[in-house]
């Protein structure tokens, strides 16, 4: 009777270490997931940051010519456009660092 219940509290104890073990996997898995999606948001940054910087020369340079008016306006609603998905990119990224950072401490 006590040689049953050693059994099957080892079962146990074997089935909550492979549970346990499977969690890590998963974690590790969604935290390397999280940071490829951060890698790409600071792509898409960079990317952004560099166009609102092009556009805002672009449009300072049309400006100098008055005949470009329409075109001075059109580039500078871009402009800022790009800015908001900009400001809207970092907030994205600083939420996936967190869940990233989350995962890779649950993991460990």
Not at 89 to 98: A, F, V
Not at 99 to 106: D, I
Request: aromatic share 4%; glycine share 6%; charged share 25%.
């Amino acid at each position: 009777m006590q040689n049953t219940g050693n059994q099957y509290r080892l079962q146990k104890i074997s089935e909550m270490q492979e549970q346990l073990e499977a969690e890590k996997q998963t974690r590790t898995q969604l935290g390397e997931k999280y940071k490829k999606g951060v890698k790409a948001v600071d792509a898409i940054d960079y990317i952004l940051a560099s166009s609102i910087v092009g556009l805002s020369n672009l449009g300072i340079g049309l400006l100098a010519t008055i005949i470009a008016a329409p075109a001075v306006i059109t580039t500078e609603t871009i402009t800022t456009a790009a800015g908001m998905l900009f400001i809207l990119s970092r907030q994205d990224n600083r939420k996936l660092k967190h869940k990233a950072a989350k995962h890779e401490k649950k993991s460990v």
